[in-house]
T-cell receptor, first 112, second 112 residues
């Protein structure tokens, strides 16, 4: 595997379900990010981990819970989501002192 | 006012045309500028990275920054059907800020 990988690629879940999104980067980076991408909206930064410590939490609802067990892996735990949470969730990584971020293919989430 | 404004398109051009994609921004502190290309069902990939004002060329692509007008452009020469994608601009005030501001993206179709 190369670059940034994400699983699953597609996820349909009910509002009462609990699921997790997984991201893995093979680039030797030390910062990882979760973004939400909705139609006709800019990418929304949700969480940033730098050297495995969370440094940004842009007022994301608590039904989204990130976890970064090491510099290569990032999870987004989901519970009691709302239909408006349906979107493409993108993971990215970078060297913390640089701007260039490298994105995974995303998880297309549908909340029913 | 949004931090970054980008015309969502869609934009359709014939193969071989010169394409101009643009973003405007409001924060005069921005000095690092990026263009990402996002194919359907894929994550964004970094296309061009520039610092401050001026031009940068890479093959058929030229990125242009005019800080006095708070305006950035991406030019694609001899456009190809494989250039059909959504193009996102992104920018930050300082390197390693871990917080990029994205445009909404412009959807481009190059017609053979």
């Amino acid at each position: 595997e190369t670059g940034v990988t994400q699983t699953p690629r597609h996820l349909v879940m009910g509002m009462t379900n609990k699921k997790s999104l997984k991201c893995e980067q093979h680039l030797g980076h030390n910062a990882m990010y979760w973004y939400k991408q909705s139609a006709k909206k800019p990418l929304e930064l949700m969480f940033v981990y730098s050297l495995e410590e969370r440094v940004e939490n842009n007022s994301v609802p608590s039904r989204f819970s990130p976890e970064c067990p090491n510099s290569s892996h990032l999870f987004l735990h989901l519970h009691t989501l709302q239909p408006e949470d349906s979107a493409l969730y993108l993971c990215a990584s970078s060297q913390r002192e640089r701007d260039e971020q490298y994105f995974g293919p995303g998880t297309r989430l549908t909340v029913t | 006012q949004k931090e970054v404004e980008q015309d969502p398109g869609p934009l359709s051009v014939p193969e071989g045309a010169i394409v101009s994609l643009n973003c405007t921004y409001s924060n005069s502190a921005f000095q690092y500028f990026m263009w990402y290309r996002q194919y359907s069902r894929k994550g964004p990939e970094l296309l061009m990275y520039t610092y401050s004002s001026g031009n940068k060329e890479d093959g058929r692509f030229t990125a242009q920054v005019d800080k006095s007008s708070k305006y950035i452009s991406l030019f694609i020469r001899d456009s190809q059907p494989s250039d059909s994608a959504t193009y996102l601009c992104a920018m930050s005030a300082r390197t390693g800020a871990n917080n990029l501001f994205f445009g909404t993206g412009t959807r481009l179709t190059v017609i053979p």
